[in-house]
């Protein structure tokens, strides 16, 4: 999927294609996009005014590119403050970099039936994060009072898929065990 890009979306696309089918040595491929993805966020013009915009009824996702071997997705992911994404977890791996704004990641584990929160980060513009399938488990906050915007690459195809998302978790939520 080619659509018009924005030259600097383009740019990260080349990055990212060179990172999916030729790592640099010592890294991984998910790692490996995230070094790609890194020096773009924060960059104006990266993402168009209407998807850094938001919709005040949900979170939205944007799909920017997919190359024609769908080795990977590119996606933005808008957030106005108080949407949250249910509690999921991703059928490919996953890297995260936040564009605008800030994102809390709350993480969990499954223990007896119930989910147990497992860590809580909050990702500053700039951060980049790496999922990997299993114990992929969290969901995704905007508790920041403005916009917070994110790009997102999944190794998989999500033009046939439509979505990233492996399962959602409606299970009970315990916090945090100490010990």
Do not use: K
């Amino acid at each position: 999927m080619t659509t018009a890009l924005v030259p600097t979306l383009a740019v990260l696309v080349e990055q990212l294609d060179e990172a999916v089918r030729a790592p640099r040595a010592g890294l991984d491929v998910p790692h490996a996009v995230g070094e790609a993805l890194r020096p773009f966020l924060g960059r104006s013009g990266l993402l168009t005014p209407e998807q850094e915009a938001g919709d005040p009824r949900r979170y939205l996702t944007h799909l920017l590119h997919v190359p024609d071997d769908g080795a990977y997705s590119l996606v933005a992911a808008v957030w106005r403050p108080g949407q949250r994404t249910a509690v999921h977890d991703h059928i490919a791996w996953c890297v995260v970099g936040v564009h605008r704004g800030e994102e809390h990641e709350i993480r969990y584990r499954i223990d007896d039936g119930r989910l147990v929160e497992d860590g809580h980060t909050v990702g500053p513009c700039g951060e980049v994060t790496v999922l990997t399938p299993p114990g992929d488990i969290h969901a995704v906050v905007n508790d920041g009072p403005e916009v917070a915007a994110s790009l997102h690459v999944y190794g998989a195809d999500l033009r046939r898929r439509g979505t990233s998302v492996r399962r959602c978790y409606d299970l009970p939520v315990r916090g945090r065990a100490s010990g």
